[in-house]
């Protein structure tokens, strides 16, 4: 069976958003903590969203408000790091509309009948 647009849209993002994290850290004296905390994670839900597990868009969701939260905090207090946080902003939102947007069609999608 061929995964939903929305789950390609999130892989895509995951994929993304660990080689956006991969290529920010690369010079960084804690790399392989950077491994462990920006760079596993997105591939550990990136392998449950290929293998279709239903709970790794909710996961997806919930590491994405970390990513978002940790872009804005850059953006904000280091503007010298130029596009990395905004990028990291942009691809957790990626990953936040792509994971609830099967929810929304359900609950906003379908017709109701009269009251």
């Known amino acids: 069976m061929r995964p ?18 991969l290529a920010w850290h690369r010079g960084d004296a804690h790399f392989g903590a950077a491994l462990l905390v ?15 597990l239903p709970s ?4 997806s969701g919930i590491a994405a408000l970390f990513w978002f939260s ?17 990028g990291g902003i942009a691809l957790s939102l990626a990953v936040v509309f792509s ?5 929304m069609r ?3 999608g379908g017709r109701r009948p009269p009251a």
């Open 4 to 21: 939903s647009a929305s789950r390609r849209v999130l892989a895509a993002s995951l994929a993304l958003i660990a080689l956006l994290y």
């Open 38 to 52: 920006f760079v596993l994670p997105p591939l550990v839900l990136l392998a449950a969203v290929l293998r279709g």
């Open 56 to 59: 790794a868009p909710l996961w």
């Open 70 to 86: 940790h872009g804005v905090m850059y953006a904000w207090s280091h503007p010298e790091l130029g596009l990395w946080p905004w």
């Open 99 to 103: 994971a609830s947007l099967p929810g």
């Open 106 to 108: 359900a609950r906003f």
